[in-house]
C-alpha cells in the first residue's frame, strides 16, 4: 500500500467492507426464503436434513444478527463523515442531516411496504440521535456503544421483569399469542397473497416491527455500533489506515478470543445441563444469562469480522480478492433495495414461488449467484454513472438539485 494512494485505499476497504456486509445480509435473508420476520414454527420444522441442519446451524453461529450488525457499524461511520462533510461546507448544516435523514426515512417506509424486514426505516431514527449527541467525548461514546452492544438496556428490563413479575403472568390464557397470529398471516401473505395483500400485511405489521425490535433489543445494538461507527470515523481508523494498523490488529485478536471464550462457556454449561439433567433452560436467571452470552458472542463476533476482514484487505492478495466487492458497496443502498427484488421475485406467490418448494440449504446456494449478478450489474453501471441510481436520487433530493449521473469521460 503506497502512502499517495491511502484515500484511495481508505475508500475502497471502507466499500468493499459494505459489499461484504450485503452478501451475508443476503445470505441471512435467502436462507428462509427472504421472510422479513417470523414464520410458523411448523415452517422451520418441515425440512430436518441433513443440508438443511447445517445450513442452519451456519447460518445461526456465522450469520444471522451478525452482518446487519456489521452494516450498521459500516452506516454509522457513513453518517458520521456525512455529517462532518455538511458541517464544513454549511452553516445550517443540522437542517440539511435533518432532511437527508428525512428523505431516507421516505425511502425506507416505502421498502418496508414491499419487504417487512426493511432495516432503513429503523436507522433514520438512530441517525438522528447520532446528531444530537455529535459533541459528546470520545471516551464516553465509547462506553455507551459498548453497553449498548452488549444490549444492557434490555438486560436491565428483563432483570426488573425478573424481580417484579406481572401479577397478570400467570394467568394467561391458552390463546393463540399475537405473535402466532402474525405470523399465520404472514405465512399466507408469502405464500398465496398478491402483490397488495403483501403491501398491506407489511403496513400492518410496521408497529409488530418496532415492537420487536425494542423487546429484543436490536434496536439498541443497532445504536451501539451506529456509535462505534461513529467512534472509528473520529479517530479516522480508515483514512490512515498504516497508521492504526497495529490498533485494528489487537481489536481483532481480543474479539476473537471474547467470542470463542462465551462459545466454549456456552457449551460448556449446555453439556453440563444435559449431562446432569438440570433443566436450566427453564430457570429465568439461566435465560438471562444465555441471553446475555448470545448477544455478546454475536456483537464481538460482528467485530471479528469487522478487523480481520480489515486486516486481510492490507495485504495484496486479499485485496484480489475483496475489492472487487467494492462496487457493490458504492452502490450499498441500490444493491441493498434491489435484494428485496431477487427475494420477492424467487420466493413469494407474486413471482416464481419458490417458498417452501426449496430447502434452506438450497437457498444459500441460490444466494450465491445472485450475488454474483449483483456484483456485474454494479460494476458495468458504474462505468457509465458516477452513482448508484437510488444513491443519486438520494443525493438530488438531498441538496435539491440534479446531479450528473452520467460520466462524461468514460474510461
Known amino acids: 500500500m503506497h502512502p499517495s494512494s491511502s484515500s484511495a485505499q481508505r475508500i475502497t476497504t471502507v466499500d468493499a467492507l459494505r459489499g461484504f456486509a450485503l452478501f451475508g445480509i443476503l445470505l441471512a435473508h435467502f436462507i428462509y426464503w427472504y421472510s422479513g420476520a417470523a414464520l410458523p414454527q411448523s415452517t422451520y420444522e418441515k425440512f430436518t436434513d441433513t443440508g438443511s441442519t447445517i445450513a442452519s446451524v451456519i447460518n445461526g453461529i456465522f450469520i444471522s444478527g451478525k452482518?446487519?450488525?456489521f452494516f450498521s457499524f459500516l452506516f454509522g461511520l457513513s453518517f458520521f463523515l456525512q455529517m462532518q462533510s455538511l458541517e464544513k461546507k454549511e452553516e445550517r448544516f443540522v437542517l440539511r442531516y435533518c432532511w437527508r435523514l428525512l428523505t431516507l426515512g421516505i425511502i425506507g417506509l416505502l421498502h418496508h411496504a414491499f419487504w417487512r424486514g426493511d432495516i432503513l426505516s429503523?436507522?433514520?431514527?438512530?441517525?438522528?440521535?447520532?446528531?444530537?449527541?455529535r459533541n459528546i467525548s470520545n471516551r464516553l461514546?465509547?462506553?455507551?456503544?459498548?453497553?449498548l452492544v452488549i444490549n444492557l438496556p434490555a438486560r436491565i428490563i428483563e432483570i426488573v421483569h425478573l424481580l417484579f413479575p406481572s401479577p397478570a403472568g400467570n394467568n394467561a390464557a391458552a390463546t393463540p399469542l399475537p405473535v402466532d397470529n402474525d405470523a399465520a398471516l404472514y405465512y399466507a401473505a408469502i405464500k398465496h397473497g398478491s402483490l397488495i395483500d403483501v403491501i398491506k400485511n407489511n403496513w400492518d405489521g410496521l408497529s409488530t416491527k418496532f415492537s420487536f425490535q425494542f423487546q429484543s433489543g436490536r434496536i439498541y445494538i443497532t445504536l451501539g455500533f451506529f456509535m462505534l461507527g461513529m467512534y472509528a470515523g473520529r479517530r479516522k481508523w480508515f483514512e490512515q489506515p498504516e497508521l492504526y494498523k497495529p490498533i485494528i490488529k489487537r481489536i481483532c485478536k481480543y474479539s476473537g478470543l471474547i467470542t470463542l471464550g462465551i462459545v466454549l462457556f456456552a457449551l460448556g454449561l449446555i453439556a453440563v445441563n444435559d449431562a446432569f439433567k438440570l433443566s436450566l433452560e427453564t430457570k429465568p436467571p439461566m435465560q438471562l444469562l444465555f441471553g446475555f452470552l448470545f448477544d455478546t458472542a454475536g456483537s464481538s463476533m460482528t467485530v471479528f469480522y469487522l478487523a480481520g476482514l480489515t486486516m486481510l484487505m492490507y495485504r495484496s492478495r486479499w485485496q484480489k480478492l475483496l475489492f472487487p466487492l467494492a462496487p457493490v458497496g458504492k452502490m450499498a443502498l441500490t444493491v441493498y433495495l434491489s435484494q428485496t427484488f431477487f427475494g420477492l421475485l424467487l420466493?413469494?406467490?407474486?413471482g416464481f414461488g419458490l417458498f417452501e418448494k426449496t430447502a434452506p440449504w438450497l437457498n444459500m446456494m441460490?444466494?450465491?449467484p445472485v450475488f454474483l449478478i449483483q456484483i456485474y450489474l454494479c460494476r458495468t453501471w458504474l462505468r457509465y454513472f458516477n452513482y448508484g441510481p437510488v444513491e443519486w436520487l438520494w443525493r438530488s433530493c438531498t441538496f435539491l438539485k440534479w446531479y450528473p449521473l452520467k460520466k462524461t469521460n468514460q474510461s
Open 366 to 368: 441460490i444466494a450465491i
Open 122 to 133: 429503523i436507522y433514520v431514527p438512530l441517525g438522528f440521535i447520532l446528531l444530537f449527541i
Open 141 to 147: 461514546l465509547f462506553i455507551i456503544a459498548m453497553l
Open 67 to 69: 452482518f446487519f450488525t
Open 347 to 350: 420466493f413469494y406467490n407474486i
